[in-house]
T-cell receptor, first 113, second 113 residues
Framework: AQSVTQLDSQVPVFEEAPVELRCNYSSSVSVYLFWYVQYPNQGLQLLLKYLSGSTLVKGINGFEAEFNKSQTSFHLRKPSVHISDTAEYFCAVGSSNTGKLIFGQGTTLQVKP | EAGVAQSPRYKIIEKRQSVAFWCNPISGHATLYWYQQILGQGPKLLIQFQNNGVVDDSQLPKDRFSAERLKGVDSTLKIQPAKLEDSAVYLC???????????FGSGTRLTVV
């Protein structure tokens, strides 16, 4: 069985500061990892994904994530956040055979001026 | 390309009433998913279709929920009768290739009173 744990339910940060949103996963098979962002009253938008290859993955809006197999982590980072980054962020693990995604509980990023 | 279309955007019904949601996927996307997102939680898979066949409906409360995907294109999700705990956002997502991430619709926010 696969599972995802997002270690922080809320992350407050000041504008232009760096941020890291933490994600740990559990899986007995090869995994594919994703980060999605959800703005209020909208659906989920794909930020970035890890399928294979380089463990450092760059996504949209200046976000990046690093796949760490030994620590079963896939933390999301941004060196300098903007007010517009305020949203809910979801980490997800994908099944290698069905394509089904299992989502974490989400982390609310609150960027303060 | 056009995104995933969902309707209605909002729906308020009384408990024990029935409701239906509609999803139009991205053209050519064979895989379609319905997720339930309760406030403050990550999305939870209800059902997965591959073309017009059901791949996984293990988390679908079949005593009250039903879904179909006619001709492998549009899909409808129905709840009958609705309960208070069904209040949530119902998200439709489609994928052209397994494990490459989904494209989500904007969702239908259901409130059961």
């Amino acid at each position: 069985a696969q599972s995802v744990t997002q270690l922080d339910s809320q992350v407050p940060v000041f504008e232009e500061a760096p941020v890291e949103l933490r994600c740990n996963y559990s899986s007995s098979v090869s995994v594919y990892l994703f980060w999605y962002v959800q703005y209020p009253n909208q659906g989920l938008q794909l930020l970035l994904k890890y399928l294979s290859g380089s463990t450092l993955v760059k996504g949209i809006n200046g976000f990046e994530a690093e796949f760490n197999k030994s620590q079963t982590s896939f933390h999301l980072r941004k060196p300098s956040v903007h007010i517009s980054d305020t949203a809910e962020y979801f980490c997800a693990v994908g099944s290698s055979n069905t394509g089904k995604l299992i989502f974490g509980q989400g982390t609310t990023l609150q960027v303060k001026p | 390309e056009a995104g995933v279309a969902q309707s209605p955007r909002y729906k308020i019904i009384e408990k024990r009433q029935s409701v239906a949601f509609w999803c139009n996927p991205i053209s050519g996307h064979a895989t379609l998913y319905w997720y339930q997102q309760i406030l403050g939680q990550g999305p939870k898979l209800l059902i997965q279709f591959q073309n017009n066949g059901v791949v996984d409906d293990s988390q679908l409360p079949k005593d009250r929920f039903s879904a179909e995907r006619l001709k492998g294109v549009d899909s409808t999700l129905k709840i009958q009768p609705a309960k208070l705990e069904d209040s949530a956002v119902y998200l439709c997502a489609t994928s052209g290739q397994a494990n490459y991430g989904y494209t989500f619709g904007s969702g239908t926010r259901l409130t059961v009173v």
